[in-house]
């Protein structure tokens, strides 16, 4: 079996928090000096996985769709759908991955939510 590209790993990571398995997600995607830059947990990987394990059980029937991904050497960026079933809450998040030996080392996350009253007839995607 050949290894996931980066494209692969940073769908597969994502799509595993967003289920609720951030835990196996972190296990077998993150750098041990993992960091990311989400200005509402500290930088270290256990902050963020716990917050993401947490939003999974608070919206169990979340949606997750991968729009767009992109690939630039050592960075990846996912372009995706999420819907909050919660609050019904429709968010255009982009997460930002960069990559050393195939682990992510540190991630940025991008989150835009639904206007209310949308202008554009083109839509978020």
């Known amino acids: 079996m050949a290894p996931k590209s980066l494209k692969e790993i940073a769908i597969d990571f994502l799509t595993l928090c967003s289920n609720g398995d951030s835990k196996k997600a972190f296990e077998l995607y993150a750098g041990k000096d993992f960091k990311h830059h989400n200005p509402h947990f500290k930088g270290d990987t256990n902050s963020l996985m716990i917050a993401m394990a947490e939003s999974a059980k608070e919206n169990p029937n979340r949606t997750f769709e991968v729009k767009q991904i992109l690939q630039d050497g050592d960075l990846a960026a996912?372009?995706?759908?999420?819907?909050?079933?919660?609050?019904?809450?429709?968010?255009?998040?982009?997460?930002?991955?960069?990559?050393?030996n195939n682990k992510i080392v540190e991630m940025w996350d991008i989150v835009q939510p639904f206007p209310e009253n949308m202008i554009n007839e083109d839509g978020m995607f």
């Open 78 to 100: 996912v372009h995706s759908y999420i819907q909050q079933t919660e609050n019904n809450m429709e968010l255009a998040v982009v997460h930002i991955l960069k990559f050393e």
